[in-house]
């Protein structure tokens, strides 16, 4: 390789919930910060892939197709163990890399998809149907429209970060100033002040999470099984929607640690190996630049597809620009190879080739039209 591309592999976008407001500002950031080869990779949604497409299109930049759903591992949640989910043994987060466009799923797994996308909807609306009854009985003067929230903050997926964002939305519009804004927060918490500042957007929808919709919280509501598709049933729908199952790595978090299944790389890799996957990713964000070298590294010389992304399915904005936990300038030049290395195999795999060469090709054509 003698020219190394940028990637960003795993976005969000409103076709699920991203702190994007749009496509358009998503591939504008990716132009201006450099980043030449974009994954869009929504909760349980293909819909945002011809947006995606045509604004890739318009400016030159290279699309990965993706897809994430949460699975369940009976083995593995039989046994108490933690995957990539550090509070739920079993449950496994899964992306779909090199999906093909136009879509091509269809009969039993297209039903499935659409299956776990309806119940996961559905549970959110048992959790808004919970926080209206909270914000009844604690006065709070308003309710939430569910049906207003689908229509106007969701792209047809509604998840429970649109539920933080509405209700501070709702204080915001029924309140007018930050004394009336902080009791409404008082007494809709019970009894327990708002501690983000009122202009930190994220902040304030994060603490309604953590406090009402969280375990524990006025309006939680437990998800019910149905919402998570067995493991090989996810990998069986995004083989039929011509991707690649990959494995999303937590790895290191903020105090170093990891999850029981990740602990072992060398046990991880074999079981991984033995499931099917040939493909795994990284949030950077989350991890220092030793891990992230060491571990990719080594699942590389495994014979996996390795590459990187930032998520961006929170409400605050980061840059689409990867970068580490203790490296806030941009990845190493060995970590911006591994990705652009599994970049040009995912974009070679979406176009029906098996080549980095041939991958590689795609992408500086893309670039340079």
Not at 89 to 103: C, D, F, H, N, Q
């Amino acid at each position: 390789m003698s020219t190394i591309i940028d990637v960003n592999a795993h976005m969000h976008t409103p076709y699920s919930f991203s702190a994007f407001n749009g496509v358009d500002q998503a591939l504008d950031m990716a132009c201006e910060e450099g980043v030449g080869v974009v994954g869009i990779n929504d909760f349980y949604s293909l819909e945002g892939y011809g947006e995606w497409k045509e604004g890739c299109q318009k400016r030159h930049l290279c699309p990965i197709m993706g897809i994430e759903f949460i699975s369940l591992n009976s083995e593995d949640q039989a046994a108490g163990l933690r995957v990539n989910d550090p509070n739920n043994p079993g449950r496994t987060y899964i992306s779909g890399k090199g999906l093909a466009y136009p879509v091509i799923l269809k009969g039993e797994e297209a039903r499935l998809l659409a299956d776990v996308r309806k119940e996961s909807n559905a549970q959110v609306e048992r959790m808004c149907e919970k926080l209206n009854a909270h914000l009844s009985a604690v006065n709070a003067g308003f309710n939430l429209d569910f049906s207003l929230i689908v229509k106007e903050l969701t792209k047809g997926s509604v998840r429970e970060r649109h539920l933080a964002k509405a209700l501070r939305i709702a204080v915001e519009a029924n309140f007018k100033d930050e004394i009336s804004r902080a009791a409404a927060y008082e007494n809709i918490f019970g009894g327990k002040p708002l501690k983000a500042a009122q202009d930190n957007v994220a902040a304030v929808e994060n603490e309604i999470r953590s406090k009402l919709l969280k375990a524990g919280g006025a309006a939680f509501v437990p998800e019910d099984p149905k919402a998570f598709l067995p493991m090989e049933t996810v990998c069986q729908i995004i083989k039929a929607a011509g991707g690649i199952p990959t494995y999303p790595f937590l790895a290191d978090n903020a105090k170093g640690e990891f999850t029981d299944f990740e602990g072992d790389l060398q046990k991880a890799a074999d079981t991984l190996k033995k499931r099917g996957f040939t493909s795994v990713e990284f949030i950077t964000t989350r991890n220092t630049t030793k891990v992230l070298e060491e571990y990719s590294d080594y699942l590389q010389d495994e014979g996996f597809t390795v590459t990187f992304g930032s998520e961006h399915n929170t409400p605050a904005m980061e840059p689409i620009k990867l970068r580490t936990s203790d490296h806030p300038e941009g990845l190493s030049e060995k970590l911006r190879k591994t990705n652009f290395r599994g970049a040009c195999k995912v974009v070679a795999h979406q176009a029906g080739l098996d080549s980095i060469d041939a991958g590689e090709e795609i992408i500086m054509e893309t670039l340079n039209k």
